[in-house]
């Protein structure tokens, strides 16, 4: 064996995935901000999936089949949801090999607040996370086709060096937002918590050829924390985001009063 | 107005949903358990959306029709999954008036510890608590389409009972999980917080008629924790687990240890 063999043996697994679908620009510019880095993965939805949370496919088959449209860079697009990819990624295509890190994104739109409940960029992270692999999910907050990623990929770049050289806890999660704002406007990334929001939804309701109703789903959002370590807050003061986040979703503070008050 | 009139307007409102459809042995087991103690307003999917997490619908519009499935009470199926039930119940059924409580289930099926992570139940539930509604989800350790929900109702019934009578935090939110046991195995509801456990996925490799390779989603559960105070060992040892659960997502833990150790 000689020594670049042995180097690319230890070289890191990066797991990358989204939830715009394998062809969004977003994805794209994630992998560029992590190449060289270490050998890529990238197993991503073959169709949009946006909203669809920690959704796994049980009732239909998966497929999952090679692309190669990442300048020879291994990726898969798969039938089912982010987090579908995720598990298939480790059973099917790194059969047992622990992903160093897995990166999801970078999601055409925010996912700071009450949006990583619904976020499928978020979920695909989660899943990661919860087989033990250090992992980020990356939004920014433009949504359009043709953002400018450049200030994102500084971010992905510095966070992924940062996961890839420091010992994190099992279970490490991070929720990166980055705002839409000019290389002279950007602040940095500042650690934050997860703000106090919520949507107000309003359905549009139309009515189809026939006369029958149907509703699109519409909603405002509310953020109703005035906190200044929030994430709402920091991007709205020109920084990134970044909220650690757990899956233990037990209320230990209610479960204490609870204990107390309740007879049971 | 008439005293009658009166304690109308003043009964409670009680949301149910489901995420397993609306003609679920389940909701039924739960809209009986829960009967006159208020006005129920039963809004659930039209087909099975298990493990549809906290998935919206928004690529597609959505249809609510109006269903005489449960002599008389008010009730209505939705096209999308168990979180859109939930918004759309607010804004077009009860347009704005808020219910008192929402209930999820029962569940065909466990939502203990990580599963909560997958669970339409759940997620219906937490989407009416992130709206301020105090929510409970139940589930059922029973697959089979003619389990016997006697004990759940009593569950049911119970913890409902406490939530209307009970000031809860804005944000409560229940995972309630009930044991396949007899009435002299059971040993009651005990409080609990959310166990350490993952699912290790096998898929199921399969070829289609075409040759073409097809995957099933298949898994075997792993508890990684040896705490007596989970909803696992609950159940494992004849009670009814009842996790509080929270929506902020946030480690703090970790976001305190990230802002010493991080220089950003």
Redesign the interface.
């Known amino acids: 064996m000689n020594l670049s063999a042995v180097a690319k043996k230890n070289e890191p697994i990066i797991l990358v995935t989204n939830d715009d679908g394998i062809t969004a620009p977003g994805i794209r510019a994630l992998i560029e901000a992590v190449h060289g880095k270490g050998r890529i993965v990238v197993v991503a939805p073959d169709s949009?999936q946006?909203?669809?949370?920690?959704?796994?496919?049980?009732?239909v088959?998966?497929?999952?089949d090679p692309v190669d449209i990442f300048d020879g860079i291994e990726a898969w697009q798969c039938s089912g949801t982010p987090?579908?990819c995720v598990?298939?990624a480790?059973?099917?295509i790194l059969k047992g090999q622990v992903p160093t890190i897995c990166l999801s994104g970078i999601n055409h739109g925010a996912n700071h607040s009450?949006n990583?409940?619904?976020s499928g960029t978020m979920?695909a992270a989660?899943e990661a996370a919860?087989?033990g692999i250090p992992s980020a999910g990356f939004s920014y907050l433009d949504y359009s086709f043709d953002a400018d990623f450049t200030i994102c990929k500084e971010v992905v770049e510095d966070v992924a060096d940062?996961m890839l050289t420091?010992d994190l806890?099992r279970g490490?999660?991070f929720?990166v937002n980055i705002p839409e704002v000019s290389r002279e406007q950007f602040k940095?990334?500042?650690?934050?918590?997860?703000a106090?929001a919520?949507w107000v939804?309003?359905?549009d309701?139309?009515r189809d050829p026939h006369g029958?109703?149907?509703?699109?789903?519409t909603g405002e959002f509310k953020n109703l924390d005035s906190g200044n370590d929030t994430d709402v807050w920091a991007l709205e003061n020109d920084y990134a985001s970044?909220?650690?986040?757990?899956?233990?979703?037990?209320?230990?503070q209610?479960?204490e009063?609870?204990?107390k008050?309740?007879k049971?």
């Open positions: 949009p946006s909203g669809k949370g920690h959704a796994i496919t049980i009732g088959p998966l497929r999952l987090v579908d598990k298939l480790r059973d099917k009450i990583i409940i619904y979920s989660m919860i087989e940062k420091t806890p490490t999660l929720n940095g990334i500042k650690i934050c918590r997860q106090n919520k939804e309003e359905f309701e139309r029958k109703k149907y509703y699109w789903l970044l909220v650690p986040v757990q899956f233990d979703l037990t209320s230990y209610l479960k009063k609870l204990s008050d309740w049971l």
